[in-house]
């Protein structure tokens, strides 16, 4: 079938969503709802066979639902109405909610459903809770939907009320009042919760140092103790905070913006505080903290035998000059541990997007934090590609972009969660690329696929990774699974007797492919293309980064997703080569 996205953003979801319906085989294509530009025009000009809303915040005009199938992605449950539907759940602590997929009518989440699927509500923040459970579910809905649609014998039903939650009501906005934090009666896990629920967007809005700031992120800490909303310590670029029977770390600040002045964008909550924040002492992670013991740390390391773990979390997968280079770090360190086995990753989140876009747009010389940044991110992916002592693998439990994409590659091998979405490209920024990816993405999947990935810009799914050879190995678990499901695989590479030969047989490779070309030409070339791109001030690149960071709103579909894409289907591949 030709089916047309319409969405109010080309996000997770929808990228999700264009990326499995091309795999079984729709030709898919993507209209934005923006303001101003008559929905039906595009609808029309299109001329679907059915309309799927993956993230949609306003309503569809009438004259296109009358005229075409329109199918409603709501993150809630059968009866759940409402524009927060995943702010109330996280509040109200429910331990399961759903995703309905519902025919659009003349009033807001109530048209007759056509699928719904239920899913977990582990205690994480909204954004990680959208991009992953709700995501399963809500792609699980959509399938159902269309092959339901497109068999033409199935009747959707109208809403009753109830569910398996119990729920039929609608409810308001989950504004400012109800996410305020007391910090002179909460709990840290009520805190907790309210930031939780108001991550990343809008954050919870409160006083800190004389001024008012969206907190972003929240984390219990139960070692440190002080008078409860006291600044105590600072971790990583995160600052933690006193409750009443405990503490928060709270990685992210973005200020409120000042009416009339330019749009605000978080950044590491020490950078945005700058010179006002007091002098509070650094207070690291415990090497060793125990599992018992509640606190926060985005780059962790563990063994388990033969098989080390290198884990790493920073907010939207963002990586800033500051971060790679603690990672590389770590990553020094892992690689003098006595085992054969590394696994990069594993988290249930973003794996990497690359350099962090809101650093470099608040630095003083915008141009300069670009290329320590992109040269940050070098050195850490050519110790990994220089790794030869032991097989690294990525694990990717999260969706990844850009350079995160090719810090992956740079393993020996790529593992990603099925509902994982990679964007192997660089252009919507404006930026030719490093990260060595002209040595491994072609390396990988063959010049003519790389660049045709570099061009189209688009995203691509797990299952269409590993068939493209992005990725060598699927893992079909949940969002929480797959740390655990990543420790059994890696245990089982470790234990191979074929391993300690891969290891050998990867050593000669790389000096074999060192004496054809350099691992420095490579890097010479991508970053002279990179040097001109962040000295040029009327290189697009600045201006998409303004825009990207500051959320200005598109004045059109950007055309490489306007265009309709006959897919492949995609056949079940096996989990590894």
């Known amino acids: 079938m030709h089916i047309l996205l319409v969405a109010s953003a080309f996000n997770s979801l929808t990228q999700r969503a264009h990326a499995e319906l091309r795999d079984h085989g729709h030709s898919v294509t993507v209209e934005l709802a923006l303001e101003g530009v008559p929905l039906w025009d595009a609808v029309s000009r299109h001329r679907p066979d059915l309309v799927v809303a993956p993230m949609l915040k306003s309503a ?127 709990a840290t896990e009520t805190v907790v919760r309210k930031l939780r629920a108001a991550d990343s967007f809008p954050g919870v809005l409160d006083e800190l140092l004389g001024r008012e700031w969206y907190l972003h ?66 207070h690291p992670a415990p090497p060793d903290a125990r599992a018992s013991l509640r606190t926060w740390a985005d780059i962790r390391y563990r063994e388990d035998g033969p098989v080390g773990f290198l884990s790493f979390s920073f907010p939207s997968g963002a990586m800033s000059t500051s971060h790679c280079r603690r990672l590389l770090r770590a990553y020094r360190m892992a690689t003098s541990r006595p085992t054969s086995v590394l696994v990069l990753g594993g988290g249930r989140d973003f794996f990497s997007n690359g350099i962090h876009l809101n650093v470099i747009e608040a630095a003083e010389d915008p141009g300069a934090e670009s290329w320590a940044n992109i040269n940050a991110m070098d050195d850490l992916v050519e110790a990994v590609l220089t790794t030869t002592d032991r097989l690294v693998v990525s694990a990717v439990g999260g969706n990844a972009a850009a350079g995160g994409v090719m810090l992956a590659l740079a393993a020996d091998e790529v593992w990603c969660r099925t509902g994982a979405v990679l964007n192997p490209h660089y252009r919507l920024m404006g930026l030719y690329g490093s990260e060595y990816w ?140």
């Open 60 to 186: 569809i005009p009438p004259k296109v639902w009358e005229a075409y199938t329109c199918l409603i992605v709501h993150p809630g449950p059968v009866g759940d109405r409402g524009p927060s539907s995943l702010d109330w759940a996280i509040h109200e602590k429910v331990s399961r909610w759903g995703v309905t997929v519902l025919q659009a009518n003349a009033e807001m989440d109530a048209g007759d459903v056509w699928a719904s699927v239920a899913c977990p509500v582990p205690p994480v923040g909204k954004s990680d809770l959208y991009r992953n459970e709700v995501s399963d579910a809500a792609l699980a809905a959509i399938l159902l939907a269309v092959e339901r649609f497109a068999s033409g014998t199935f009747s959707p039903q109208p809403q009753t009320g109830g569910g398996e939650e119990g729920v039929a009501r609608s409810r308001a906005y989950f504004d400012q009042g109800l996410r305020r934090i007391r910090w002179e009666s909460d």
């Open 217 to 282: 992120g929240g984390h219990p800490e139960d070692g440190l103790r002080g008078r409860p909303g006291e600044l105590l310590a600072t971790r990583s670029g995160a600052v933690c905070r006193a409750t009443v029977d405990g503490a928060v770390w709270i990685p992210e600040l973005r200020p409120r913006r000042v009416p009339g002045g330019p749009a605000t964008f978080k950044l590491p909550a020490v950078l945005a505080l700058g010179d006002s924040l007091p002098r509070v002492r650094e």
């Open 438 to 577: 002209t040595y491994t993405l072609p390396g990988r999947v063959g010049p003519a696929v790389a660049d045709r990935l570099m061009r189209e810009a688009l995203p691509v799914s797990a299952a269409a990774g590993l068939g493209l050879g992005l990725v060598d190995r699927t893992v079909e678990c949940g969002p929480q699974d797959f740390a655990a499901e990543t420790a059994r695989l890696a245990a089982q590479l470790a234990s191979s007797s074929a391993t300690q030969e891969r290891i050998a047989a990867k050593k000669a490779e790389r000096e074999r492919h060192e004496a054809a070309k350099p691992l420095a030409s490579y890097r010479e070339e991508e970053l002279a293309h990179m040097l001109r791109t962040f000295s040029d001030p009327d290189a697009p690149y600045h201006a998409l980064r303004k825009a990207f960071v500051r959320k200005h709103p598109s004045a059109r579909t950007p055309p490489h997703i306007g265009v309709a894409l006959r897919g492949r289907r995609v056949a079940p591949q096996a989990s590894s080569r």
